[in-house]
């Protein structure tokens, strides 16, 4: 029997998987999924935006923004570099739990427990000291930094043991993590401020000492301790998962749980103390926030980077090196838009969704990094009967 | 004759370098039986897979009786009245097997549940198939669910049925069963293609074998005009030796003894029943027996992966006259051994070590001058693997889940050496040379065909991976020696390698567990075989002398007289 539909044609595109996609070719694709983004984000401000369509050679203005938004004032690029290392670290943080699979979506609670912990030292201990004893500004830093360590760690520690003795799901456990930690900070404020505005200022004590003199600016002494602090934190984090016995345990578990006990790794072992690397390292990000930043606390103090952190170290496949480009790009994003709404006086999503967009394009580019697009050789009117 | 499917000058390339297909043309007839031979990665079910509609041919075309057509989809060929039976089934647990038949079909006969049971029913009368159109696919053998995936097909009107590797997973009885229907099914009018790399099935199901090797068709031959030898050598592209070099066993002793093992899972299924059994230094003993009869678990609660709820692993450690070693004893443990007179001087004196320091016991343990009594004995029942390796057992195990379990995919084979060394030497980093140059030798040894140790072992073939991992386990000169379905999938070369190796091991004096599912290949290279049967022992026969009906009937058998062994 015939069939009823003898179509020759070769489907117009079929899908084959690249082999080895080479560093070169993939970089390049990324490269051009963020141009694109870039010009599809033109076209959308331009539809969106009503001096855009009054004036269309502003649309060069929009562009610049991003230029502008980091690097045109010493402030900015100061900012930029800043705002860089923050979000590097939280993103360090999750790298080893991410490597062994373990899904930790709460280094927003895991930071937010940090700086929490540093301000709780500080508004307790500082400049309170018993007179007798003039125990050296420095060791007001110290116990902040414990604290938050501790804090950070004890807040990675709790879904680990969870996961570990009860096979709880992880994401779903440090998530609900992230609210409990919210929730916390709400309940001190209120102790703390006994007023009711649920502000508690900027405290006075607790300052980093001005280690860099000479810049412009004191808090650029501040910025650059912490670029720094995050630059070692990043090489060691480099060395612990590449080079050490405990980073090959967990590839292994995060690669096969099985093929770990196959070899006597104790994955419970391994799930524990590896949460603990996260959380500490959280902990650090909330001790810089904290201590180095803020001086003060607020339920929004991380303000969203514990997630964003997340898509800092996918981007980069959880390699803490490619992180840093990861990292800036997504501050570059951000300082454009923010830019751009006090150049355009927008305000709302539209920054927003200038992000989304960018950022749409250069997660869809791994598709195009892992498989080729076959278009069809042959002409159809040659093919058609 | 106008054939009914015909392929002219296939070509299939995946990536740069892998031509999978290349310009393969081939006619297939009504009312015959076509077996496509050929080695693993040689591209037999790439061609199919194009003629299924999964996938799309680089150049060439496809031609149904004598018309030529585009597939470009599993739809497109069930249009074409083409139908495959895949080597993984995707049929859904839930469903009945009639549902499973009717799914998909949009309004053409898959409403109406009892007409589909009817026709379901019909078919299975008519070609010979036992099937229940009732019966939930859960609760279904692996036969049961390779007849809905037969009969999903024919219900679409299939004239022409291609089945990958349909026996793989069939007990002789059931492979008897599957041909007698493919017969049926070619008598009554339909081109059945086979895919298969078993020799024996060829000659005993096909009217005519397509060889292939590389990607290219080799050559179409009539089955009764040819012969397994002939096969083979088109197959590999040279002569093969297919005997196994047999060594008697030399003064085989006891080496791992397992006593009344009872195993049952979370949900308290039985897995093991009551296992005992002995195997012995210099002799590979065979486990035979239908998938999942708990072979996998009898391994993995010698390795330390499982705890049984009751009975004995002995491990004896041949070490009768030999120096001890700072491998498994520490200072503290050999001075509390000496002191209960368990040591002997190279001279036949006890050895007492009251009165040395530290420095003077470790030079004599060094000089292997401190030598056991006796052989060590010791259980390793509720052990870790690691707790086992620390007491010195050096015990290999080559899973069955060679990427799953026994390697880690994304990592190169350098790196997956280290997985049972890495905890070697003090300090937090990792030593790499020492591994690296493991791999090399492996590679180089074992002829591992890979662009470097630091390529992922996911993306080697079948046999390559299973080298590497082989090659690992035995880099420890290990004692005993488990390696479960170490050939599955594997190419007959490859194949030759791995059995090769485990004789070797053999005769230096491994105790070699070899659990198999191709009875031939057990009969040929164990000295004796343990059969198992839904977790119990059903017997234990000499792989010399055995009959392989008498293994048949062993795997079937349900009752067991008490103790074997």
Redesign the interface.
Known sequence: ???????????LV?L????TPGFAASMLIRVAAFVLGMLVCGLVAFLLVGKLQKEPGRIWEFYNCFIKGSFSTERKLWSFLKNIAVLLCIALALTPAFRMRFWNIGAEGQTLMGVLAAIAVNFYLGGKYNPAVRWPEWSLLVLMLAAALLAGAVWGLIPALFKAVWNTNETLFTLMMNYVATFLVSYCLIKWVPSGSSSLGKLSSGKFPTVFTGLSKPAYSDYLVIILIVLAATALIYIYLN??????EI??VG??V??A????I?VKKVIIRTMIVSGLLCGLAGYLIGAGLDRSVTTDSVGGQGFTAIMVAWLAKFDPLMMILTAGVIIFLNQGADQISTSFEISGALPNVIIGIVLFFIIGSEFFINYKLNFRKREPKEAVR | MQPALQLKHITKRFGRDVLANDDVSLDVYKGEVLAILGENGCGKTTLMNMVAGIYFPDAGSISIDGTEVVIRSPKDAFDHKIGMIHQHFKLVDIFTAAENVALGLKGKGGNDIKKVNAKVEEIARRYGFHIDPKKKIYDMSVSEKQTVEIIKVLYRGADILILDEPTAVLTLQEIRRLFEILRRMVADGKSVIIITHKLNEVMEVSDRVAVMRKGRLIDIVNTSETSEGALTDMMVGRKVNLNIARSEPVDPRPRIEVKGLNLSDAEGVRILKNVSFTARGGEILGIAGIAGSGQKELLECIAGLQKPQSGEIIFTNPKKNRPVTFFHKQLGQIRHMAAQGLFHDPDGNAVKLGGLSDKQVRQLVQDEKILFNDDEVMSLRDKTPLEIRDLGVKLSFVPEDRLGMGLVGSMGISDNMMLRSYRKGQGIFLERSKPKKLGEDIVRDLDVVTPSVRTPVRRLSGGNVQKVLVGREISSSPKVLMAAYPVRGLDINSSYTIYNLLNTQKEKGTAVIFVGEDLDVLMALCDRILVMNSGAVTGTVDGRTVQKEELGYLMTKTHTEGEND
């Open positions: 029997m015939q069939p009823r539909h003898t179509r020759l044609k070769e489907p079929h084959t998987k690249r082999e080079y050490t016995k405990h980073g090959y590839s292994v690669e096969s099985r093929t006990r196959y070899v006597g104790s």
